[in-house]
């Protein structure tokens, strides 16, 4: 199975702050990443797909990149509405695997 | 719009089967597949398997390989998942989401979830 690790598995910050957050894989995955948001008590989002396309009614804000194993999803400038927990995944091989996590926390 | 609506949440006991129902609206249903993720309590999601709503061919995680059936009627749009010989760790809150594909797809629209609590 492929493994997806994120970091970090939480951090604090404020309203305007950029925030970063990486996504590796045990092996390449091409560009088949995809981002999804989730709010205390329901169901994740998706923000971002292969890798670094914006899905509908995303924020520009909301900004992946990269290819192979090391993806980052990147938030400009932190919203209120933007505190929540990120999930990375990978669809390139079955089964198909979430990284952990990264909750962000208002500092 | 695009509307997945699932059943609601459901307590069996240890060794009892769940089915939870998705049904969907707002496209067309066998242009598309639909996978299923569960997430226990405070835990991440974990992918169980894709069903493609044009054939009903199902693709399961080998986590879930001889517990789990999934399988899909055309005729209300709907999809159902089935899980057998049900554990106290498989409490979890379970979700489907539509995914056009299941190599290189993405979750698009997910229901809002489907609680389901193994307790004897």
């Known amino acids: 199975d492929i493994q997806m690790t994120q970091s970090p598995s939480s951090l604090s910050a404020s309203v305007g702050d950029r925030v970063t957050i990486s996504c590796r894989a045990s092996?390449?995955?091409?560009?088949?990443l995809n981002w999804y948001q989730q709010m205390p008590g329901k169901a994740p989002k998706l923000l971002i797909y292969?890798?670094?396309t914006l899905h509908s009614g995303v924020f520009s804000r909301f900004n992946g990149s990269g290819f192979g194993t090391d993806f980052t999803l990147t938030i400009s400038s932190l919203q209120p509405d933007d505190f929540a927990t990120y999930f990375c995944?990978?669809?390139?091989?079955?089964?198909?695997?979430f990284g952990g996590g990264t909750r962000i926390e208002i500092k | 719009q695009v509307q997945v609506v699932q059943s609601g949440s459901e307590v069996k006991e240890p060794g009892a089967s769940v089915t939870v129902s998705c049904k969907t609206s707002?496209?067309?249903?066998?242009?598309?597949?639909l996978s299923w993720v569960r997430q226990a309590p405070g835990q991440g999601l974990e992918w169980m398997g894709w069903?493609?709503?044009?054939?009903?061919?199902?693709h399961y995680a080998q986590n879930f390989q001889g517990r789990v059936t999934m399988t899909r009627d055309i005729s209300t749009d709907t999809a159902y998942m089935e899980l057998r010989s049900l554990r106290s760790d498989d409490t979890a809150v379970y979700y489907c989401?539509?995914?056009?594909?299941?190599?290189?797809?993405?979750?698009?629209?997910w229901g809002k979830g489907t609680t389901v609590t193994v307790s004897s």
């Open positions: 989401a539509r995914q056009i594909s299941m190599i290189a797809g993405y979750m698009d629209v």
């Open positions: 995944q990978q669809t390139y091989k079955t089964p198909l695997t």
């Open positions: 292969t890798a670094s």
């Open positions: 069903i493609y709503g044009y054939d009903g061919s199902a």
């Open positions: 092996q390449t995955i091409r560009t088949f």
């Open positions: 707002g496209y067309t249903f066998t242009a598309y597949g």
